[in-house]
């Protein structure tokens, strides 16, 4: 597609449950970061992915968060054992390469309610 | 350390009248700004950066802002505001591979 795609785009889960959330690149993009942005808040990242390796993940808030990208294109966050603070949206965004000067892609999030 | 203040997080104005956002930033670094848009239930949207060069940058939809390194600032600005112009605005810094967000500033446009 032409943009960044996250599925899916609205998740309700109960207390404890896993979750995975999808991003799919544009095709052809190196990096790829995930951002949680709680109500009312700016986007807070999480961590960076340069294809396939994990270069950054220093905002990821525990060890019930992790983030995969295996083939360098396609990435998941997976959250275990969900908790009423993971309640967010999820924001995707990729870039073409690795500079700093260029512009990050965004997708429309997944929003996340933990009940 | 890098983070960012956007002042006011409601901003209303009038169809026609001047737009202005406001952003003051912290970096221990030369920053690199960017101010993007988020309509509701939309990702986030580049309307404009600074890298280096020009201070005064012209973005998409009419807006343009100013890198103010003795004041710390990078305010947002359109001469005169649309209807369609009504969305969530974000200011950020970005230092190597991690974007800092300010909190955000909510723009309504009054017809």
């Known amino acids: 597609g032409a943009g960044v795609s996250q599925s899916p785009r609205y998740k309700v889960a109960k207390r404890g449950q896993d979750v995975a959330l999808r991003c799919d690149p544009i095709s052809g993009h190196v990096s790829l970061f995930w951002y949680q942005q709680a109500l009312g808040q700016g986007p807070e990242f999480l961590t960076y992915?340069?294809?396939?390796?994990?270069?950054?993940k220093s905002g990821l808030p525990s060890d019930r968060f992790f983030a995969e990208r295996p083939e360098g294109s396609v990435s998941t966050l997976k959250i275990q054992r969900t908790q009423q603070e993971d309640s967010a949206v999820y924001l995707c965004a990729t870039q073409r390469d690795s500079s700093s000067y260029n512009e990050q892609f965004f997708g429309p999030g997944t929003r996340l309610t933990v009940l | 350390a890098q983070s960012v203040t956007q002042l006011g997080s409601h901003v209303s104005v009038s169809e026609g009248a001047l737009v202005l956002l406001r952003c003051n930033y912290s970096?221990?670094?030369?920053?690199?700004l960017f101010w993007y848009v988020q309509y509701p239930n939309q990702g986030l949207q580049l309307l404009l950066k600074?890298?280096?060069?020009?201070?005064l940058v012209k973005g998409i939809n009419g807006f343009e802002a100013e890198f103010k390194k003795s004041e710390t600032s990078f305010h947002l600005t359109k001469p005169s505001a649309h209807m369609s112009d009504a969305a969530e605005y974000f200011c950020?810094?970005?230092?190597?591979?991690?974007?800092?967000f300010g909190t955000g500033t909510s723009l309504t446009v009054i017809p």
């Open positions: 992915f340069q294809n396939e390796a994990q270069l950054d």
């Open positions: 950020a810094v970005r230092n190597g591979n991690q974007f800092y």
């Open positions: 600074y890298t280096t060069g020009a201070t």
């Open positions: 970096s221990s670094v030369p920053p690199y």
